[in-house]
């Protein structure tokens, strides 16, 4: 199962005895850092054992996306409400990357039962990019898989379980999924050529649903076309020939009354000449 995204509530401090003046030097501060930053605090422990600073506040980049996120440079803590970076909203709720820099590694700290599990996700997703990895055993290619699908959690402004689920049926760019072996026109592009083709058949465009399910009909015809012949790609019909036949085998009667009224404007036009 998936690590789940930072826990930025769940840091825990012990303050450390208050010093007398007879006594030795305090105790050190102890630390339970929050899911995913032990790397993190580590790091800032070197660097500030070698003279070096962050500042007041070290500051994480979002991985893939526009956005920082700031920490203290103490105990590794996320400060809350710090986020200062793209954001996105949906019905009304403000959306935020989840997953920042040395997140990635957080794979490592996974048993081998789990990161057997995730990484045979990640490989249906396409996120090893054809890489070969070590089943269980946690290495760069795996590290670099992982972090390729938080950065694409990340720019859909998701979790990390959801763009695993996603890549299932629509994979990582160039990967290595169910669909990447045959390349088929993106839904977008489909979209805008059954918009035109919609209104010059019945003067109107389609909803979305209407628009999906033909997406995803030529989508299917397209894919057919690639496979036969065993594999070796055969033609299919042009989007646009292909929206035109549809739309108007399902809306044969508006399609045919959008016909008449612009023959009869053009009767109309060459009567008034």
């Known amino acids: 199962m998936a690590p789940k995204p930072r826990e930025t509530s769940t840091t825990t401090t012990t303050v450390p005895a208050t010093p007398s003046t007879t006594a030795g030097p305090p105790a050190p501060v102890v630390t339970v850092p929050p899911a995913g930053s032990a790397a993190l605090v580590d790091a800032f422990k070197i660097i500030g054992e070698m003279g070096l600073s ?7 980049d979002a991985l893939g996306i526009s956005g920082k996120l ?25 959306l935020q ?79 290595t999924g169910s669909l990447q072996k045959y390349k088929v026109t993106s839904s977008a592009d489909l979209q805008n050529v059954f918009d035109k083709t919609s209104q010059n058949v019945l003067g109107r465009t ?10 995803k009909t030529y989508q299917s015809t ?7 012949q065993a594999g070796v790609s055969a033609q299919a019909p042009s989007a646009q020939a292909f929206g035109e036949t549809r739309i108007e085998q399902t809306n044969q009667d508006e399609s ?17 000449q």
Do not use: H
């Open 206 to 215: 389609l909803d979305q649903e209407q628009l999906n399910n033909l997406v």
């Open 70 to 94: 700031q920490v203290d440079k103490t105990t590794g803590r996320v400060i809350t409400g710090s986020y200062l970076g793209q954001t996105k909203t949906v019905d009304g709720q403000v």
């Open 97 to 175: 990357p989840q997953y920042f820099e040395g997140d990635e590694y957080d794979i490592a700290t996974l048993d081998q039962e789990a990161v057997i599990g995730l990484q045979k996700r990640l490989k249906q997703g396409g996120y090893f990019l054809g890489e070969t990895y070590s089943s269980g055993i946690v290495r760069e290619s795996t590290i670099l898989a992982y972090k390729r699908a938080l950065v694409d959690a990340n720019l859909g402004f998701m979790s990390l379980d959801q763009a695993l689920e996603r890549s299932a049926t629509n994979p990582y760019s160039s990967g």
């Open 256 to 272: 045919d009354a959008y016909k008449f009224a612009q023959y009869a404007q053009v009767f109309e036009k060459l009567l008034g």
């Open 54 to 60: 962050f500042g007041t506040n070290p500051t994480l």
């Open 222 to 228: 397209e894919l057919g076309s690639l496979k036969s």
